[in-house]
């Protein structure tokens, strides 16, 4: 009897495990310290990619932007993953191709919200974007895209 009740607290024990939540990271916003070496006016997205590291995206009307993205998912048990947190990065540039604004966003209750507002005195330009951009992930039917049932 011994061994039936160790092997009952093994698996209760091992129910718990399979109960608790898992956290997955996906993407990388550089930290404020490597934000603080960049220059408004002086930058390049060449320099600015050498000092912060591969965007996760960039612009698609005029390469002017570079985007940072990460989120934190979590999972309990067999559920579908949750995404729980999401920022991004969006570093843009000026006509002459020089830095001209560092902003970041957020997700709150599924809208999109500034979390740290414009570092320079240039107005973002490219906000539909970021909204399209923040608002559409996970918002898509595979089925759509490859052509199915509509």
Do not use: W
Request: hydrophobic residues 40%; charged residues 20%.
């Amino acid at each position: 009897m011994k061994g039936t009740g160790l092997a009952g607290a093994v698996a209760v024990a091992l129910l718990l495990q399979a109960c608790a939540p898992l956290t997955r990271h996906h993407g990388y916003v550089p930290p404020e310290s490597a934000l603080s070496q960049l220059q408004v006016g002086v930058d390049t997205p060449d320099t600015v990619i050498a000092t912060l590291g591969r965007p996760t995206t960039t612009g698609v009307l005029g390469n002017r932007g570079l985007y940072y993205v990460e989120s934190r998912f979590r999972q309990v048990a067999f559920l579908a993953p949750e995404e729980v947190e999401r920022e991004v990065l969006v570093i843009s540039f000026g006509a002459n191709g020089t830095l001209g604004n560092i902003e970041r966003f957020g997700l709150e209750n599924g809208r999109v919200v500034q979390l740290n507002p414009a570092r320079t005195a240039e107005i973002f330009a490219d906000r539909t974007l970021v909204s399209q951009l923040l608002g559409n992930i996970g918002r898509f039917d595979a089925g759509q895209l490859i052509g199915g049932e509509e």
